[in-house]
């Protein structure tokens, strides 16, 4: 078993910037890849980045591709998301995933967060 806990989100303006990040406990971290995702109201829920064990190879989806960057640091068995450069499109709950490989797929992710709500203003 894998927990994983999100936290930073909350309100910003667009143009603005929050980090969030996931805490993991349990199993051994290094032997998961991590994913964010997104689900805004009323749509099914998206990709947003990925990043594989080492943390040396990274996917985003084209829409945040440029203005988000996911990072993990294996010591502290954190994944972190920089969001920058918001735009109100992009408010939504945030969940972190663990599974075996850095995917889009969503039901490759065996583990997952509870969620933390990003809302972007105009």
């Known amino acids: 078993q894998v927990q994983l806990v999100e936290s930073g989100g909350g309100l910003v303006q667009a143009g603005g910037s929050l980090r969030l990040s996931c805490a993991a406990s349990g199993r051994t971290f290094t032997n998961y890849a991590l994913g964010w995702f997104r689900q805004a109201p009323g749509k099914e829920r998206e990709f947003v980045a990925a990043?594989?064990?080492?943390?040396?190879?990274?996917l985003y989806a084209d829409s945040v591709k440029g203005r988000f960057t996911i990072s993990r640091d294996n010591a502290k068995t954190t994944v972190y998301l920089q969001m920058n450069s918001l735009k109100p499109e992009d408010t939504a709950v945030y969940y972190c995933?663990?599974?075996?490989?850095?995917?889009?797929?969503?039901?490759?992710?065996?583990?997952w967060g509870q969620g933390t709500q990003v809302t972007v203003s105009s």
């Open positions: 990043i594989n064990r080492s943390g040396i190879s990274t």
């Open positions: 995933a663990a599974g075996s490989f850095a995917v889009v797929t969503t039901a490759l992710y065996g583990y």
